[in-house]
């Protein structure tokens, strides 16, 4: 599922907890491409109901730690390298104080931090990674003429 936050451009109704989300507030896209269907299935939270529901989900699926048959390492210089494990770090920060504004429904906040955690996929040497994908899929689409 791809999803994204944007502004809500009709009031919706938030699938975690029922009630609307009014027109004008940050609200969580979540699309989905079925098999069987033609189109995408759309999804719309309240960015705090998604954060709620997703850590949820999370928790159910703990993080268990690739040891060494995970994927190759990535061909890179040492430098890209650094950099590259400094944006992740910087990125794993800016999600963090995004789920603390999110919980504190902070939602501009929360915004401002997604655009600074966009901001960093213009500096990632060699590929974006999967968990960005959502922001790589914009960028290609920047890219195009
Ligand atoms: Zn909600």
């Given at each position: 599922m791809d999803v994204w936050l944007t502004w809500c451009k009709r009031k919706s109704k938030c699938?975690?907890?029922?009630?609307y989300i009014q027109q004008g507030e940050p609200v969580v896209v979540g699309k989905l491409w079925s098999k069987e269907r033609k189109w995408p299935m759309q999804f719309r939270w309240h960015p705090k109901c998604w954060l709620d529901q997703a850590l949820a989900y999370l928790e159910k699926h703990p993080y268990i730690p690739r040891l060494t048959t995970g994927r190759p390492k990535l061909e890179l210089s040492d430098v890209d390298r650094k950099q590259r494990a400094k944006l992740l770090r910087q990125r794993a920060t800016l999600c963090y104080q995004q789920r603390k504004a999110a919980l504190a429904g902070n939602a501009v906040r929360v915004l401002h931090l997604e655009v600074k955690k966009q901001e960093l996929i213009d500096q990632m040497p060699g590929p974006v990674p999967k968990s960005w994908r959502v922001h790589h899929e914009e960028k290609t689409k920047a890219n195009q003429p």
């Open positions: 699938r975690h907890c029922g009630e």
